[in-house]
């Protein structure tokens, strides 16, 4: 079984950056695309970004209130996704939350928060 944790997120100044970092561990990992959601306080979750993992190059995908200011990558090797995050905006201030499809389920993180603020 696989597991998803995350790491990297805090307080930050509107206009800062921050990264988030999302590791996967467990047996027999074999992960279809990974990604980054969020939920605001009494918002829905919603998806922030996902990339692809089998696909060579990871075929990438955003919301479009992140384009030009977030960047999704991921390191195979060592089956970890990243979430650069910049210019960030208090309307970004919510729980992020690292996503894996491995064709059967969908694998959740247990979120960090990430609150903009100055």
């Known amino acids: 079984q696989v597991q998803l944790v995350e790491s990297g997120g805090g307080l930050v100044q509107p206009g800062g950056s921050l990264r988030l970092s999302c590791a996967a561990s467990?047996?027999?990992?074999?992960?279809?695309?990974m990604g980054w959601y969020r939920q605001a306080p009494e918002k829905g979750r919603e998806l922030v970004a996902i990339?692809?993992?089998?696909?060579?190059?990871?075929?990438?995908n955003y919301a479009d209130s992140v384009k030009g200011r977030f960047t999704i990558s991921r390191d195979i090797n060592k089956n970890m996704v990243y979430l650069q995050m910049n210019s960030l905006k208090p309307e970004d201030t919510a729980v992020y939350y690292c996503?894996?499809?491995?064709?059967?389920?969908?694998?959740w993180g247990q979120g960090t928060q990430v609150t903009i603020s100055s």
């Open positions: 990339i692809s993992i089998l696909a060579p190059g990871g075929r990438t």
């Open positions: 467990g047996s027999d990992i074999r992960l279809i695309t």
């Open positions: 996503n894996a499809w491995n064709g059967v389920q969908y694998i």
